[in-house]
């Protein structure tokens, strides 16, 4: 079973980047469909963006399309989120994600978080001046 463990959050000024980083234990990482999840404050459990297994297919929620970016490294089991322009609603707590089924090759489907068995405790993104 994959444990992914995230890191690279931390306070970033509007308009300002940052780079997420899941590293996966797991024997192959080619199996599971990979994705980013986030949490605000008060507020339920949304997808951020999906990656297929393959990594042939990405989906984005619309509210970061354009400005974050999924890729994945399977030979050193990594999954990364790169994000920019960020705003302050992107305030949260992101999570990576893998599932065993073959999600995320569907044009801007994004499968809600029940598809996702395997979580990370998640890291902090805060966004503010």
């Known amino acids: 079973q994959p444990q992914p463990v995230e890191s690279g959050g931390g306070l970033v000024q509007p308009g300002g980047s940052l780079r997420l980083s899941c590293a996966v234990t797991?024997?192959?990482?080619?199996?599971?469909?990979m994705a980013w999840f986030r949490q605000a404050p008060g507020k339920e459990r949304e997808g951020v963006s999906c990656i297929t297994s393959g990594g042939e297919r990405t989906n984005y929620a619309d509210s970061v399309k354009d400005r974050f970016v999924i890729s994945r490294d399977n030979a050193n089991k990594m999954v990364y989120l790169q994000m920019r322009s960020l705003k302050p609603e992107d305030t949260g707590v992101y999570f990576c994600?893998?599932?065993?089924?073959?999600?995320?090759w569907g044009t801007g489907t994004l499968e809600g978080s029940a598809k996702y068995h395997y979580w990370g405790p998640g890291t902090q993104v805060t966004v503010s001046s």
């Open positions: 797991v024997s192959a990482l080619n199996y599971y469909t």
């Open positions: 994600a893998a599932s065993q089924f073959p999600l995320c």
